[in-house]
Every structure is written in C-alpha cells, then in structure tokens.
C-alpha cells in the first residue's frame, strides 16, 4: 500500500515533532501548523518539489553512467584538472626553477600560480570519496 507523497510528509512530520518537542502543547501547536500546511496546499507543494528533485537525481544518474566525455567527464574533468595544477605546482614548477637556476643560471623570478581555490575543491572531491569508500567498506553503501 503506498501512501501519497503529502500523507507521508504529514506522518513523518508527526514523528519528528513528537521527538524535537518533548513539551506536549509545543508539540500540538507545531502539529496544528503543519496540519494548517496541509490545508493551503504548502505540503503538497512539498511533495511536488520532493519528486521534482528524486527526478533529478535519476537524471544525473544517467548522466554519470554516460560514456560520453561531454556528458559524464565533468567530475572527472574537474578531479584532473586540480589534479594537474596541484603536481604542477609541488613537483613540476619547483623542479624546473631548480633546474633553470641551477644549470642554467637564470636570475629572474618565476610566477606563482595561486592554488587556494583548486586546493579547496580538490579536497572536497577527495573528502566526498573517502566518505564514499568508508560507507562501502561498512556495507552502508547503497546499490
């Protein structure tokens, strides 16, 4: 038996308020607003936003099974790209001003490329995938 997407809301809505509020007129009085929801159709459009945004997700799911590199490659593009400026910037860069000073006696200044930004996303694409390994190892991924 499945229930329509506003009497789920509404029955979850229930449950939540009987554990946050543990004062009972509190909690009948955030009952009585979300009841008052219910009735002006907020609820509904709720639910609606609900499915608009699982829809979503099984787009980007079938985007992301793509084979395409220009339906499926931004993550990966991104992942790469703050990759390489990372490598540049540790290994490469201080390498070749090693190698132009030392052997080829240059005395002027190299540019320093700024990598705050693409620190700041490449870590969180590699927190996000630590996150993601933790909760297969753990069996809590989901199929």
Do not use: H
Not at 104 to 133: C, E, H, N, W
């Amino acid at each position: 038996m499945a229930l329509d997407p506003v009497s789920l809301l509404l029955e979850v809505g229930s449950k939540v308020i009987d554990r946050v509020f543990p004062d009972p007129a509190a909690a009948a009085a955030a009952k009585l607003e979300l009841f008052k929801l219910q009735q002006s159709g907020e609820l509904a459009q709720l639910a609606a936003d609900t499915d608009i945004a699982k829809a979503q997700i099984g787009v980007n799911q079938t985007e992301a099974g793509s084979s395409s590199m220009f339906v499926s490659g931004a993550r990966p593009f991104i992942m790469w790209g703050c990759g390489f400026s990372m490598l540049y910037a540790a290994l490469f860069e201080p390498i070749m001003r090693f190698c132009a000073v030392v052997i080829f006696k240059y005395p002027g200044t190299f540019p320093v490329i700024d990598t705050t930004l693409t620190t700041q996303i490449l870590l969180g694409l590699l927190g996000l995938a630590g996150m993601r390994s933790f909760d297969k190892r753990n069996g809590v991924a989901l199929k």
